[in-house]
């Protein structure tokens, strides 16, 4: 095991995937000389040479359709977007072509390529760099979407990534790039499509991913002091998801909070809960809740980006009122 970042965590799952096949590398802005945005390229291209970490010029529509011609050709390219504001300026090489290739050549062909969406807030980066658009990603067929919350589940996650032969919409938080966490260097590829559990309770559910995972489990000690025992699910992959796992937790704690740093509105978190409503409706003791992000343009004011935040202590407050409402009362 081994003490590291999220950054230094994709960084080494690259480099072991890129030994182990020479079909794997990847393209985007900055990758050589800086690195990354975080450093989560640092070292590579001096490694592997300029022909397998390539720098590009300032064109997401370009990095794309480049990564998709090679990967139709049988190469496994890890197509990095920088941001997931700027995965906008490629939509139609990802959603109609990426996502329907497979299946307009009627199986003939495949994509494999890791699209990598750094997303969220980070420290006043504004409306333009500030965006978590995986309600997007999960709404178009023929896309893996997965976004990890720790270093581990950044390598183990990656791998299985670039192992797939679907293109994957890598979501990976820019304020966890810092975080630390032991990895286990060898471990093998995650299972995508199944979460973990971070925290065991009986008496809610809280579903959520990406930074939004350790806020709930933050959450979940500060309900434990009022004697309320919450339990803690990571999807990791929002495409599929584990509908095992949560159905069977919200049917033991039977109450449910899907928590995400996206926008209320037409978040991932609306179909969580209309799911689970439709599966457990009669078997539920409050109402599934979501709790989210404003419909507004993240603010680069501090305390106005702060509002937009969905925090620990804004799960631990809906959480702990969910766990004492009574039919008829509010």
Not at 122 to 131: I, L
Not at 155 to 184: C, Q, S, Y
Not at 234 to 248: G, I, N, S, Y
Not at 311 to 323: P, V
């Amino acid at each position: 095991m081994a003490l590291m970042n999220c950054a230094q965590a994709a960084c080494l799952a690259l480099a072991q995937e890129m030994e182990r096949d020479p079909d794997v590398w990847a393209l985007g802005e900055d990758l050589g000389p800086d690195g990354g945005v975080a450093g989560q390229y640092r070292g590579l291209q001096q490694r592997f040479g300029k022909h397998r970490i390539v720098d590009t010029p300032i064109s997401e529509s370009m990095i794309m359709a480049a990564a998709i011609g090679s990967a139709l050709l049988g190469m496994r390219p890890v197509a990095e977007l920088r941001y997931a504001d700027f995965a906008l300026c490629a939509a139609d090489e990802i959603i109609n072509q990426a996502a329907k290739a497979r299946y307009m050549l009627g199986g003939q062909a495949r994509v494999p390529i890791v699209i990598r969406q750094p997303m969220g807030m980070r420290w006043g980066m504004a409306a333009q760099h500030s965006q978590s658009l995986e309600n997007l990603w999960v709404g178009t067929a023929g896309l893996v979407v997965v976004a990890p919350a720790t270093p581990a589940d950044t390598h183990a996650l990656l791998k299985a990534a670039i192992r797939a032969d679907d293109p994957v919409v890598f979501m990976e938080h820019k304020e966890l790039w810092l975080t630390e966490g032991e990895v286990d260097e060898a471990a093998q590829p995650a299972e995508i499509g199944r979460a973990v559990v971070r925290r065991r309770g009986s008496d809610i559910t809280l579903v959520s991913w990406s930074s939004t995972a350790l806020a709930c489990v933050e959450a979940g000690a500060m309900l434990e002091r009022d004697d309320i025992d919450a339990e803690v699910i990571d999807l990791r992959t929002l495409w599929p998801w584990d509908r095992e796992t949560v159905m069977a937790s919200v049917r033991k704690t039977r109450r449910v909070l899907v928590a995400h740093e996206s926008t209320r509105v037409g978040g991932f978190g609306a179909e969580l809960v209309a799911e689970i409503a439709e599966q457990l409706h009669d078997e539920l003791a409050a109402a599934p809740a979501r709790l989210a992000s404003p419909r507004i343009p993240v603010p680069f004011s501090e305390p106005l980006e702060a509002l937009c935040r969905v925090s620990a202590h804004a799960i631990a407050r809906r959480a702990d009122q969910l766990c004492r409402y009574l039919p008829g009362r509010l």
